[in-house]
């Protein structure tokens, strides 16, 4: 099974979209992950992406990159990341994108950290993220793309660790224009096997996100590489891989040494 890779935008080299394009598709990459800061700043940057857009660049993805997120505390806050999402949704369907990533939220409140116990309740942060979910559902649909919302671990989020919880909340919302982006470090710290609950998030699973267990890229830890792959193929995975990663090494070498392990074949075992 052939998945596109895509790359995140900061980790290549060049002096534009087009020139990381260039280098991204000699190394065997397909697409760039683009990141959409706050303050509507993703639809002010049209005119760079509508010319990379013409130069025959493919953008798939957005991944959100702002300091507030739809599970806000604040709800000012929330209506706010909700905003800006709903315009980077807007703005990837015009580049021809899949869609636009979400987390719940990131670095906000963590049960692991003093003082444990967060201001709202379970119940009330659900309610937090239905509602969200569903207007912002509503409109990627209207747009033809699909918003992604992804698990983050323990010590980033907590209200959505796992690919069941994900699923869970899609369920809720019961639109096919929100799906679950599937990350492979915080699936590391989370998923007690994350092949298996890949297989169990399948019929909602529309993105997924790589770097290793070191948050280095794939190849520089220890996750099994081969395994996750093979799992994408057997559910028949529609989507495309996006490195997310910090970069350990010469930068080129390091995106290179990412795309080989992504895309080598696992050797068949001699017969018998």
Known sequence: MDIPLACQEQLLPGADLIDKYALAVSLGY???????????????RLPELRRAR??????????VEMDHFI??????RSRDAVRNLR????VIAELGGVGAMTPAAWGMFSRRLPPHEPPRSPEADRRVLVDALGELGEHARSEGVTLFLEPLNRY???????????????????SPAVRVVADTYHMNIEEDDPCAALRAAAPYLGHVQVSDSNRHQPGAGHLDWAALRDTLAGIGYPGWLALECRLRGEPVAALRQAAAVLTSVRPRRAAA
């Open 30 to 44: 397909r697409g760039i992950e683009l990141r959409g800061r706050g303050e509507l700043a993703f639809a002010r």
């Open 87 to 90: 315009s980077q949704l807007s």
């Open 71 to 76: 599970g806000d505390f604040d709800p000012a």
């Open 156 to 174: 980033e989020d907590h209200m959505v660790n796992r690919l069941d919880q994900a699923v869970e909340l899609c369920r809720a919302v019961g």
């Open 54 to 63: 013409a130069a025959g660049v493919v953008t798939p993805t957005v991944c």
